[in-house]
């Protein structure tokens, strides 16, 4: 759910097809869903489903989702955030605008239809920060949404994370120390980043460790 919490659920496949089975019950009740919500699944790995729920009226996510997931209802909510505050400087690597920057991933599922990139973490990482390719932004991402907060979700974990940008570069400004401490990243280790959600730009991330 996008608050970061994670149901596991059996499938049950009869005549009919796959049924949601065992844990769907646990699941519908701790999210108070009712007769007519609308859902959303979206796949982000195999056997891992992104749910968002709507009013069927307004076509709206719910407020409760959106207020749990900034104020951080997660398993982090009671970890004090950190503010890296980097700023890069324009000698800093290359122009991250450039359409070369990244390649589209073909991820875990390619005809899923999500949009991946990758990165491999170097030096410059692991001492500053993480900078998201501007070409990748430009082309998946409304320019406006670098004013909001993006998440970042692993395995089932969300992560707030606050971006910064000059006219050539998108940077993470805060936390990505602590991301980068919980999930032990590491030089060398390649990060995927699969954008799961263009509107409130959620990211489903997985690592390919050495």
Same mark, same amino acid.
């Given at each position: ?20 089975? #065992?844990?769907? #019950? ?38 409760? +989702? ?15 955030? @950190?503010?890296? +505050?980097?700023?890069?400087? $324009?000698? $800093? ?43 990748? *932004? ?20 969300? *992560?707030?994370?606050?971006? $910064?940008?000059?006219? @050539? ?5 805060? +936390? *990505? ?34």
């Amino acid at each position: 759910m996008p608050h970061g919490r994670s149901w596991p659920v059996r499938l049950l496949n009869i005549a009919s097809g796959c049924h949601f089975h #065992t844990g769907w #019950t646990e699941f519908r009740l701790s999210n108070n869903i009712i007769h007519d919500d609308v859902l959303t699944f979206t796949m982000v790995d195999a056997g891992i489903f992104h749910v968002k729920c709507y009013n069927p009226r307004t076509g709206c996510p719910r407020l409760s +989702d959106l207020q749990e997931g900034v104020y951080g209802a997660s398993d982090h909510s009671d970890v004090p955030s @950190t503010s890296d +505050d980097y700023v890069p400087s $324009d000698t $800093d690597g290359g122009d991250s605008s450039d359409e070369d920057e990244y390649a589209p991933d073909p991820g875990v599922l390619p005809d899923d239809g999500c949009s991946t990139f990758t990165v491999t973490l170097d030096s410059s990482n692991m001492s500053r920060s993480l900078e998201i390719p501007m070409a990748f *932004w430009r082309r998946h991402i409304q320019m406006i949404s670098l004013q909001d907060p993006v998440y970042f979700n692993v395995n089932g974990d969300s *992560w707030f994370i606050v971006l $910064d940008h000059s006219d @050539t570069k998108i940077w993470v400004k805060r +936390d *990505w120390r602590r991301f980068k401490a919980a999930n032990n990243l590491v030089v060398g280790m390649r990060c995927h980043f699969k954008l799961i959600d263009r509107n409130d730009v959620q990211f489903y991330v997985w690592f390919d460790r050495a």
